[in-house]
């Protein structure tokens, strides 16, 4: 089974229907995948967060130097996109 690198976005909005029939709020998260990293990458990544997951403030924490080119090159592509309310899951799938 490979490792991927999701990117967790987590989405609330309010209604006025929810609200009036006191309903649970529409939130729910959204997972896309990012692609495919190494095992060793997968290992070095949630050995330096101790869990599974990081965002943008983490980022200075990674260790590049230790990781593949193609690695390196797909966390640096999906942390440009990222926000900052949302996460980079490391799955294996």
């Known amino acids: 089974m490979p490792w991927m690198l999701v990117k967790s976005s987590y989405i609330g909005y309010k209604t006025h ?8 709020e529409g939130d729910f ?7 495919e990293i190494t095992p060793r990458t997968a290992h070095l990544l949630r ?12 980022a200075p924490l990674i260790p590049f130097e230790e990781l593949d ?5 797909l966390i640096l592509k999906a942390l440009r996109g990222l ?5 980079l899951k490391i799955k294996r799938r």
């Open 47 to 58: 050995k330096s967060f101790e869990r599974s997951y990081f965002t943008l403030a983490d």
């Open 69 to 73: 080119e193609g690695d390196r090159r």
């Open 29 to 35: 998260e959204v997972e896309e995948i990012v692609g």
């Open 17 to 24: 229907l929810g609200a009036g029939l006191a309903h649970i």
């Open 83 to 87: 926000k900052e309310n949302e996460k």
